[in-house]
């Protein structure tokens, strides 16, 4: 892992007083005298509460997204009209867009406390729209049934998307920052969709509606995408005139940027080798639960054989006091036949179990070569069969073919008996010839 850079001199105090605070690495304010004035907002330090105080923190917090909302829809609708076609997810002002709403809707969002720990996620309110507004609920059905959403955080961004591919965004928000006893389920009192700024949001969506969006959320994986405001984005205007001083607060704006990002991945992968470590420890309990029940189960086993052979063993020890020499050489022959037999028997059974085993194998060759005997039988008598039939179609062709000898027998027999007549005929016209020519 790269080692964290020290954070800048302008503003560097602001940095390390509240780090990445909620794992949002916009928060760092920029150095006094900054180009930017729209992202901080000042309040008298009166009765020692100063500016750590938790509601100069969440109204700091609400002012500087109130005022990156209106910077993100004005350079989305700026370059949107510039480029005159339909904008899809690539789009970086678009994506920009997103990252900033869903800051918005994290903001104040009560912790919901799970198995690993505490979790926030802006897809609950964002569920309450369709009880709010009819229209909504085919969006939300839609997102309950993409197949690649994992997340409720996955499925919220998924909702913005189609809340503004279906231009009712601001709609939808205003309808939700209406119902404040609802939203008071899911965030704090002091968040920005419970203060004023939520409501100048919403208001500032409806310029959305003159662009239009398409996206493909099939193949897009929005469980996992890290949101980060690329402040440089919004450095373009208003900075040009300023000269040397006005380039070097830039800097050292950006400076602070690239800090909380490069703290903001720190945590991340500090997060992730944290959910790998629980992951393996749950593992390894699960499988220590499970061998300690097997070695509590063995522990008890032995105990009750040890009891036993205690029993056995104070047993036979008052035999052998109470009892005479005789009876214990007596006893120890006993217990050594008892022994031999039981190795003998022991023996015997092992033979038995292994001639066993011979007897099954054996009969599972002699199964296997029944079942390819009753095959090949089976082969054969289908040949035989064919043969047969083959057989008596050669019959039939014998008699067919004897018919026919008989008959070209016949048919040569009358041929010869008119060959014969027509030779008397031609001798006997031979003859008269012969006649004629000599008359």
């Given amino acids: 892992m790269a080692e964290t850079p020290p954070p800048p001199t302008a503003g560097a105090e602001s940095c390390s007083e509240e780090p990445a605070r909620g794992g949002d690495s916009w928060r760092t304010p ?10 901080l907002l000042s309040y008298p330090s009166g009765g020692g509460s100063g500016k750590h105080h938790p509601n100069y923190l969440m109204a700091n917090e609400r002012m500087n ?43 104040g969002l009560k912790a919901k406390k799970t198995f690993l720990g505490q979790n926030k996620s802006f897809w609950g309110p964002l569920e309450l729209v369709e009880k709010l507004v009819p229209e909504a609920a085919e969006i939300t059905a839609s997102v309950k049934d993409l197949p690649g959403l994992k997340t409720p955080v996955g499925r919220g961004r998924a909702w913005l998307r189609l ?84 380039d070097g607060q830039i800097t ?26 629980v992951d393996a420890l749950e593992k390894s309990n699960t499988k220590l639960t499970e061998e300690l029940a097997v070695a509590n189960n063995r522990i008890i086993t032995l105990q009750e054989e040890m009891e036993r052979v205690k029993e056995e063993s104070s047993y036979i020890l008052e035999s052998n006091r109470k009892g005479p020499k005789q009876d214990r050489t007596a006893e120890g022959q006993a217990l050594s036949e008892a022994r031999k037999h039981l190795k003998e028997e022991t023996q015997l059974r092992l033979d038995v179990e292994k001639e066993l085993e011979m007897q099954i194998s054996m009969r599972q060759e002699m199964e296997l070569a029944m079942k390819m005997l009753e095959k090949d039988v089976c082969e054969k ?59």
């Fill in 30 to 39: 920029p150095s006094p005298g900054s180009p930017l004035p729209f992202l």
């Fill in 65 to 107: 997204l109130m005022n990156m909302a209106k910077l993100s829809i004005k350079g989305l609708i700026e370059s949107a009209l510039n480029l005159g076609r339909t904008l899809d997810s690539d789009y970086a002002p678009l994506q920009q867009f997103f990252v900033v709403m869903e800051h918005c809707l994290k903001h």
């Fill in 163 to 246: 809340a503004l591919m279906q231009k009712k965004l601001s709609e939808y928000m205003k309808a939700l920052i209406n119902k404040k006893e609802l939203l008071s389920e899911f965030y704090e009192p002091n968040a920005l969709m419970m203060e004023e700024e939520g409501a100048i949001i919403a208001g500032l969506l409806v310029g959305l509606n003159v662009i239009d969006a398409n996206f493909c959320m099939k193949g897009e994986d929005l469980d996992s995408q890290v949101g980060v405001i690329d402040f440089s984005m919004y450095l373009k205007d208003g900075n040009s005139s300023k000269g040397t001083e006005g």
């Fill in 252 to 277: 050292a704006i950006l400076d602070q940027k690239n800090y909380v990002e490069e703290l903001n991945r720190h945590l991340s992968a500090t997060v992730n080798n944290l959910q790998a470590k």
């Fill in 381 to 439: 008598q289908d040949a035989l069969v064919s043969l047969r039939q083959q057989l008596d179609d050669l019959r039939a062709l014998k008699h067919e073919l004897a018919f026919k000898l008989q008959s070209s027998d016949l048919g040569v027999k009358q041929k010869s008996e008119l060959n014969s007549r027509l030779e008397e005929k031609t001798n006997q016209m031979a003859a008269t010839i012969k006649q004629l020519e000599q008359r």
